[in-house]
């Protein structure tokens, strides 16, 4: 079976998602739609085969499978709630920007029977799936510590950088502890002059006194996207820019030398939104959802909140 697809936002991620839904085997993309005439014939040219909307309630819903949403933050909510009640979607990053219009779309998604997928591209990628798996096994002993450092993006007019940039290592640290922290401090502020905050400091504490640092700007001259994991034996650094090498680990022979030994694993390097997408495709062929349940949306919407 091939479902069908429509894309509501062909925007700056809209391409990129479209991009992946044509190279599965398992979708098919119906109709793209966005207010913008450029964007429109952006899409043409990319998908002459499709059909093109500017307003998404003239949209026919009865025979599409999955809509995609990638419009500004703003809208998400308004749009997720509108479409899950006729079909199944898949929703650019963060879903909503408060725990309230999450709750309700998660009643939405389960009376409607319509699955509820969200953009959270990271927790998909090669590199993240190998940390999970050291974590789980204990490969270097006890998680300690982890620090985070996202830097550079487009600066948003209708929400700040932790829901923008922070969002993806919640979402992150949502799928690798399996809990939420249990103490959270935050610093937010300006570094230019911009509607909203621009740059953060976070630090939050998880149970078994796992330590996390986190910071988020979009003011920088190059962009950064690294992750560092601290265990008992060793350190796991994740950087995710690099085309190869994203993971390094580092090793010591003990605790009394500063001298390490370094690893570079192999990990798969399929794009993460290609591997999300066919995530989609099995859980809808399978009639599950297995990453996104047990109130993970708004396990990950209340620490933002809290943020």
């Not at 309700?104 to 389960?110: N, P």
């Not at 050291?134 to 700040?160: C, H, N, V």
Request: charged share 30%; hydrophobic share 40%.
């Amino acid at each position: 079976m091939i479902y069908k697809v429509a894309i509501i936002g062909y925007g700056y991620w809209g391409p990129k998602l479209a991009r992946n839904i044509q190279n599965s085997n398992e979708f098919q993309i119906d109709y793209i739609v966005d207010t913008s005439k450029k964007n429109l014939i952006n899409a043409k040219k990319s998908f002459p085969l499709s059909r093109f909307l500017n307003d998404y309630k003239k949209l026919d819903t009865s025979k599409i499978d999955l809509v995609v949403i990638s419009t500004p933050t703003i809208t998400h909510y308004k749009l997720a709630a509108h479409f899950l009640k006729y079909s199944n979607i898949l929703i650019e990053k963060p879903l909503a920007l408060n725990n309230h219009d999450v709750k309700k779309l998660e009643r939405i998604s389960k009376k409607s029977k319509n699955k509820l997928f969200v953009d959270y591209p990271f927790i998909f990628s090669g590199s993240i799936r190998l940390i999970n798996n050291i974590i789980r096994k204990k490969k270097y002993g006890k998680l300690l510590e982890i620090e985070s450092f996202r830097e550079q993006a487009p600066i948003r007019k209708d929400s700040d950088v932790v829901w923008d940039l922070g969002v993806h290592d919640i979402s992150i640290l949502r799928f690798l502890l399996k809990s939420n922290p249990i103490k959270i401090k935050s610093i937010k502020y300006n570094t230019v002059k911009t509607k909203q905050k621009d740059t953060a400091y976070i630090n939050l504490n998880y149970k078994n006194n796992i330590k996390v640092f986190i910071k988020n700007s979009w003011i920088s001259p190059v962009k950064i996207r690294i992750m560092k994991f601290k265990f008992e034996k060793g350190i796991v650094i994740c950087d995710e820019n690099e085309p190869i090498y994203k993971l390094k680990v580092f090793t010591r022979k003990n605790n009394k030398t500063m001298i390490y030994k370094l690893e570079l694993p192999e990990i798969d390097l399929s794009e993460p939104l290609f591997n999300l997408i066919e995530y989609v495709a099995k859980s809808m062929k399978t009639n599950s959802n297995l990453i996104f349940k047990k109130n993970f949306n708004i396990d990950i919407t209340r620490v933002l909140e809290k943020i």
